[in-house]
């Protein structure tokens, strides 16, 4: 488990690297954007793939009991929470599931509440399915972020569905159990279904912890949950829902079936029952590595760009970062970080209007490559 070796991904049909030039324009940039790791997957994962492989057909799914139990091992052994096979439901992705249940449990014109900025296709997902999009800015209290109560509530009083991030992407918060409370008690309040995409839920960094927002209220929450990010398996596309209505579990298995999606795909799900029974000292590791790689980066910045400040990464292997004191553009600030330095990050604006003067920056990779970017930012900000 040697994280600092650097391999090639280009060629390999990665959207992080073969897409730079159809992105950026170019394909010669350090590309810290597209939230995958560059790590090598865990060796159990890639034997359940290799021994999958040597049978030579490659038909239509069966999704037995260790697919099931996988799941709920998972969620038992990591947060305490005790779940049901009859309460999965296999989704090839978490935004495709999101997407699933806005056409299942709202109507054209429903309001949708979300919390920004976060996570671009939250944005583009709801305005697809023709809903009305309502926005409830976190307010950013010297980088750290936090709830407007009373605007989350007002909004949630309009809304049929609130679509929470937790661990929140990109302002790296992890919401503690009285934030989650609260959230559930005003979405009881005005019966707003809630879609909890719990995606790093496996990359959160002491002395934080993941609470699962239906291990608190689950009536009416819709849990999405992935192996994709913490053991990098996002091209292999299963993802899970977990969810006890009953009447939320057959409008959704309904859209499943009727799109034909459930089936899912025949290496996804060993890698799946690989990563949650087998993987967990890999993910410990790798959570060691990323742990230093964030505060490698925090001293990073106050030794040499001092004006760029990072939200504190609670969770997740992405940082938010602030640029706002050079007082550019955003488009200054991409020329200078795509054209003159040569690294690709996420723009701020793409999360919301409250992004601007931000950059999302994925530190999932090795040390060396890390470094070599910071270096970079470094030589062409010093000249503003």
């Known amino acids: 488990m040697n994280f ?18 159809l992105r950026y324009g170019r394909d010669d940039l350090i590309p810290l954007w597209v939230a995958d790791m ?39 052994t990591q947060y305490g929470w005790d779940t049901s096979t009859s309460e999965i439901i296999m989704i090839p992705s978490l ?7 806005i056409l299942a449990l709202s109507e054209p014109g429903d309001k949708i509440v ?10 583009s997902t709801v305005k697809e399915q023709h809903r009305e999009l309502l926005t409830s800015a ?11 109560w009373p605007d989350f509530e007002e909004k949630i009083k309009q809304a049929k569905l609130f679509i929470l991030c937790n661990p929140h992407n990109p302002v790296g918060r992890v919401f503690t159990r009285e934030e989650l409370e609260r959230m559930s008690d005003i979405c009881a309040r005005y019966n707003v279904i809630i879609f909890s995409d719990e995606i790093h ?17 689950a009536e009416r929450v819709i849990s999405a949950i992935s192996p994709a990010k913490s053991f990098n398996v996002a091209g292999l596309a299963t993802g899970v829902l977990i969810l006890k209505d009953k009447e939320f579990i057959q409008k959704i298995s309904e859209m499943n079936m009727s799109l034909h999606t459930f089936m899912g795909n025949a290496f996804g799900i060993r890698a799946l029952i690989a990563a949650y029974t087998q993987s967990a000292p890999w993910l410990a590791s790798v959570k060691e590595y990323l742990t230093a790689n964030r505060d490698y980066l925090v001293a990073f910045l106050a030794e040499h760009l001092p004006k760029v ?8 292997y992405l940082a938010w970062l602030d640029f706002r004191e050079y007082q550019l553009s955003d488009d200054e600030l991409m020329q200078i970080l795509c054209d003159k330095a040569g690294v690709a990050l996420n723009p701020g604006p793409s999360f919301g209007s409250e ?30």
């Open 4 to 21: 600092d070796t650097i391999i090639d991904r280009r060629g390999s049909g990665c959207f992080k690297y073969d897409g730079l030039k």
């Open 38 to 76: 560059d790590f090598a997957v865990a060796e159990p994962i890639q034997a359940a793939l290799a021994q999958r492989l040597k049978h030579p057909i490659f038909g239509y799914n069966f999704i037995g009991d260790d697919f099931y139990d996988a799941v709920r091992h998972w969620q038992k």
């Open 95 to 101: 935004m495709t599931a999101l997407a699933y249940t």
């Open 114 to 123: 979300i919390q920004t900025p976060v996570y671009p296709p939250f944005h």
């Open 138 to 148: 976190l307010v950013n209290i010297d980088g750290h972020y936090e709830i407007n």
């Open 201 to 217: 839920a496996d990359l959160v960094y002491a002395p934080h912890k993941h609470i699962p927002i239906a291990s608190i209220k």
């Open 309 to 316: 400040k990072m939200s504190p990464c609670e969770g997740s």
């Open 355 to 384: 992004g601007s003067g931000f950059m999302r920056l994925n530190f999932a990779c090795p040390r060396a490559v890390l470094h070599e970017a910071l270096v970079r930012i470094k030589k062409n900000f010093q000249e503003v």
